[in-house]
């Protein structure tokens, strides 16, 4: 028996459908006003005469020849100008993730004795970093670099650019053979790690393997924290807009080996538990034929620095323990520094996205707020119209968590950072790109798809890069998911018992 | 009729209007220097011979035969008794640095520094549109950059870039970062911090060839301010004609000749490889082929051709290195800012350039007042010119300086307007240049030549029991 739909479930529904109406008409209003103006001229057309068009020709052929050619020389000029004034686009060619073997693998067993063996710790700090990986929505699969396998850690330098050289040269290995690139065709080169930097640079280090030429443009970042690779792309994206013709191969990275903390202080262990190995090589280009075999192109990227609020730039920061220990200390106040930066950045981010409708009940919410000081709650914009597909950094379960409910967000729009988080941990700056390669092996990425990547990290800073897609990507891709997609998506327990 | 001879005015307008953009954008893409800070450490840091001395005595892991080599090495370092270095050292902490320790170092310059490039160019820390830091070998998370942000209270749409692990001729990659920043059109004011970190970076083993490092680094950095605007230009010291970076890292010779790594023990040192100055020389030949062009006259460039076909045609199989000796780049450059890497670099380059003593002079006597200060030390170089008052309206200033990896870059910058502001030269340039360059240190350990294993042992017995 049909019973009768109760009167809030009737007006959510009349409510949805004013909205899908009222967003159709705002966004094409352009379309409707046009109406009216190409009706008045199909009237005016319709009451000229033959005579008039005959008497216009033979106007026209009464012309100085160079009057005409005068004309058509300045729409050319005009056309010449008007393109090179034009921003090159940045086209994103391709990317590849560094693949980990599975003997590099932690489970959680492993995790739990070697913390157990490592002398350094005590049972307290052990069972404290215990209880994190039951939370943290890590999986068994994680890995962590070969130093780090032996007990206590070997974090010399030598294991760490052996490090470096794994993860670095498969991703760009990968790249290459993807791309067909020849490396002296590469021009510019950023390479962005945060917490090793040895002299000569990483970038040095792609340079002497791979043979660059003696002109590449190279930049190495560091220090820069887990949104250091949008950093990396917005400086790729100046270089590639203020030249000609050129590639820019983007590497992101974190180097384990050195920052495993050997120490006692909670507000330090977290980044053990989290922080896995991993790195990206994104190669971008400026060339107008790469748009036809490019995956993305680059939209906008908006950087925000909430660094002048001493809390914000506390918050994650690297020093020294008691006992002479080096690691990162991670504040409580966390999550709450990064919602702000992150309503900062979309602030910024909104008005180039929205859609015109929405955009316009934001600003009659401001207007209300400001100037005629309603109390109603300030209108968060429905970022789910502007984007089909979402890459939050993927630093720890209540980042995933915080930024789903700022931002509204159903489940299936957070899965790729969850499932990322779950596979292959915290891998810093190049986290983004194993979500987006997720979304692309799970055959969801179709043409016109706009992806929204957001990074967060020290300093603090909210980073954020817009993609297009533009070319819909067929499945099987051939990445790091391509052994383990299958299983996805995995129900993450809130708790997994260890002890 | 009207409606065409509309349409061609409007075409005509639009098309003005985008010929305006195009040379906006043009006129944009200069790079201007508006004025740079170096630093000054204080005075309770300063480094003499005789400390000098007393740090070497207490490495005891040390024998004859390396007292000897870094006997040789101070003694013909060219650093005068002037120069400055990190407190831990100073204060006989260097064989085990702190983080503290490496942070104060960099916010003992950077409180000072930025602070005093704001007040003397009039610009709030809020009008920074971007901020690029380089230190080559600490690279603290969150970045110094930030550290600058939070001081400062910077803007939230400030851009910071960390550049890390870069070398020596990294204050030269910051100033290419910002001038392809710059290329965007819009107008921008940048601000590029560089300096380096000693205090973590003290070598305390025994392999000479990461000793050296030890010896030659002093403490130094430089500010320096930047921008697009056309409008500052009148206020501006030089503007930047063009910048040539060359990287020969693709060659494994040039790429470990300068490496960071750990010897035999694990103790972490700057490897400094007897193939240097064949990478340096090779780094510089193919960026000064690259840079010639860019720079010379016509003229110069058209005796040059002649001069090669002349001598190819006489003797085909002569070597190239010394046909470039006979290009002529004071032709094109009035001015020659060399890294000083070490009086041997400053000598060697300015035998490859042609250069006189009046042109090596400033790289001398930087070298001698600061020591090796890494990527800044080109700056400090400008400094004494501008306290010299050499830079006059017009003249065209080449700065040339070496980095790990193996890399060479070069730029050359033309003055603006005279230029006479001492800055941290104008309290001892009166001094310079001095009547002579030898190092006292010659005179008090001198003994250490004229010893065996034996002899040495049983007169540092004696030396030490008189301390």
């Known amino acids: ?499 | 009729m009207e409606v065409l001879a509309t349409l061609t005015t409007l075409m005509l307008i639009y098309s003005l209007y985008l010929l305006y953009k195009f040379y906006s954008l043009k006129l944009s893409s200069d790079c201007y220097l508006i004025d740079y800070v170096c630093f000054k450490p204080s005075s309770d840091r300063k480094i003499t011979t005789e400390m000098s001395g007393a740090i070497v005595d207490r490495n005891k892991t040390l024998g004859l035969s390396e007292y000897k080599f870094l006997l040789k090495v101070i003694v013909n370092s060219g650093i005068g008794e002037e120069t400055y270095g990190p407190r831990n050292i100073i204060e006989g902490r260097e064989d085990s640095p702190t983080f503290d320790d490496a942070m104060l170092e960099m916010d003992e310059f950077l409180n000072v520094s930025v602070g005093d490039l704001f007040k003397k160019t009039n610009i709030s820390p809020q009008d920074v549109d971007v901020l690029v830091v380089n230190i080559s070998m600490f690279s603290p998370a969150p970045s110094l950059a930030s550290r600058i942000v939070q001081r400062h209270k910077m803007r939230e749409d400030v851009k910071t870039y960390n550049l890390s692990g870069m070398g020596c001729s990294a204050s030269m990659i910051g100033v290419d970062l910002v001038r392809n920043i710059f290329k965007s059109g819009k107008k921008t004011l940048a601000v590029i911090v560089t300096s380096e970190s000693i205090t973590p970076n003290w070598y305390s083993g025994t392999d000479k060839s990461m000793m050296l490092g030890n010896m030659l680094f002093r403490s130094g950095g430089c500010v320096m301010l930047l921008t697009n605007d056309p409008a500052r230009q009148a206020q501006a010291k030089m503007n930047l004609k063009c910048l040539v970076r060359t990287h020969i890292g693709s060659n494994d010779d040039a790429y470990n000749c300068a490496m960071q790594k750990e010897d035999e023990v694990g103790r972490v040192g700057f490897h400094l490889s007897k193939g240097l100055p064949k990478a340096a020389v090779r780094a510089f030949a193919e960026n000064l082929q690259q840079l010639a062009p860019k720079i010379l006259p016509y003229s110069e460039l058209a005796l040059y051709m002649y001069r090669t076909i002349k001598q190819m045609a006489v003797k085909p199989k002569d070597s190239s290195s010394s046909a470039m000796a006979r290009i002529n780049f004071k032709s094109g450059v009035d001015h020659f800012c060399l890294h000083t890497g070490g009086s041997a670099v400053i000598d060697a380059v300015g035998r490859a350039l042609g250069l006189s003593k009046y042109d090596v002079e400033p790289a001398r006597m930087t070298l001698h007042r600061w020591g090796n200060t890494s990527a800044s030390s080109l700056w400090y170089v400008l400094g004494y010119m501008e306290a010299k008052k050499r830079l006059r309206k017009g003249d065209r200033v080449l700065m040339i300086s070496f980095g790990a990896g193996f890399k060479c870059n070069s730029c050359l910058w033309e003055v603006n307007r005279d230029l006479d502001d001492g800055d941290v030269w104008a309290d001892c340039i009166k001094n310079y240049p001095p009547q002579s360059l030898v190092n006292p240190y010659m005179e008090r350990f001198g003994w250490v030549n004229d010893h065996t294993e034996d002899s040495f042992k049983q007169s540092e017995r004696e030396f030490l029991s008189t301390r």
């Open chain 1, 1 to 499: 028996m049909a019973t009768e739909p109760s009167p809030q479930f009737l007006n959510s529904i009349r409510l949805k459908y004013v909205k899908l109406g009222y967003q159709y008409l705002v966004n094409h209003i352009l379309t409707f006003l046009l109406i009216p103006i190409i009706i008045t001229i199909l009237v005016e057309l319709a009451h000229v005469g033959p005579d008039e068009i005959i008497s216009l020709f033979r106007f026209l052929n009464e012309l100085d020849l160079i009057y005409i050619i005068s004309s058509m020389l300045l729409v050319i000029i005009g056309a010449t100008f008007y393109l090179m004034c034009k921003p090159r686009p940045v086209f994103l060619v391709d990317y590849a993730c560094f693949r980990p073997l599975p003997n590099f693998r932690v489970p959680f067993s492993t995790f739990v004795e070697h913390s157990r063996l490592v002398p350094q710790f005590d049972e307290k700090t052990v069972r404290f970093q215990i209880r994190i990986l039951e939370r943290s929505g890590l999986g068994e699969e994680t890995c962590l670099p070969p130093a780090n396998h032996y007990i206590p850690p070997t974090c010399s330098m030598a294991a760490a650019r052996e490090e470096a050289e794994l993860v670095i040269f498969s991703a760009i290995d990968e790249l290459l053979n993807k791309t067909g690139m020849k490396p002296k065709n590469i021009d510019m080169l950023i390479v962005n790690c945060s917490l090793f930097s040895p002299t000569p640079s990483l970038s040095a280090m792609v340079i002497n393997k791979y043979k660059l030429r003696s002109n590449v443009m190279s930049f190495n970042l560091s220090g820069m924290g887990c949104s250091a690779g949008l950093i990396s792309i917005d400086l790729a994206r100046n270089l590639l807009q203020s030249h000609g013709n050129s590639y820019a191969l983007v590497v992101s990275t974190e180097i384990i080996t050195p920052n495993y903390y050997l120490g006692k202080e909670r507000s330090m262990i977290l980044p053990n538990c989290l922080f896995r190995m991993g790195a990206a090589a994104i190669l971008l280009s400026n060339c107008r034929r790469e748009g036809s075999r490019a995956k993305y192109r680059l939209s906008h990227v908006v950087r925000t620095h909430k660094g002048a609020d001493d809390a914000a730039y506390n918050c994650v920061f690297q020093e020294q323990d008691s006992e002479g220990n080096c690691g990162i200390k991670l504040s409580k106040d966390l999550m709450a520094i990064a919602g702000e930066a992150l309503k900062s950045n979309i602030t910024t981010m909104g008005p180039l996205v929205l859609p015109s409708c929405e955009q316009l009940l934001f600003l009659f919410s401001l207007i209300a707020r400001k100037v005629f000081k309603s109390k109603r709650k300030p209108y968060i914009p429905d970022f789910k119209s502007a984007f089909e597909h979402f890459c939050i950094h993927a630093g720890g379960r209540a980042v995933i968590d915080e930024l789903q409910n700022n931002l509204q967000l159903s489940d299936e729009h957070v899965e790729a950072s969850r499932m990322t988080l779950h596979r292959f941990g915290n891998t810093s700056s190049s986290s983004l790109w194993y979500e987006l390669n997720y979304i692309e092996a799970k055959g969801r990425m179709k043409k016109g798809n706009r992806v929204w990547m957001i990074g967060f990290g020290s300093g603090f800073k909210c980073n954020s890069a817009v993609w297009k897609c533009l070319r819909t990507v067929k499945t099987p891709v051939d990445g790091p998911w391509s052994s383990s997609i299958h299983r996805y998506p995995v129900e993450i327990p809130d708790v997994v018992k260890l002890l």
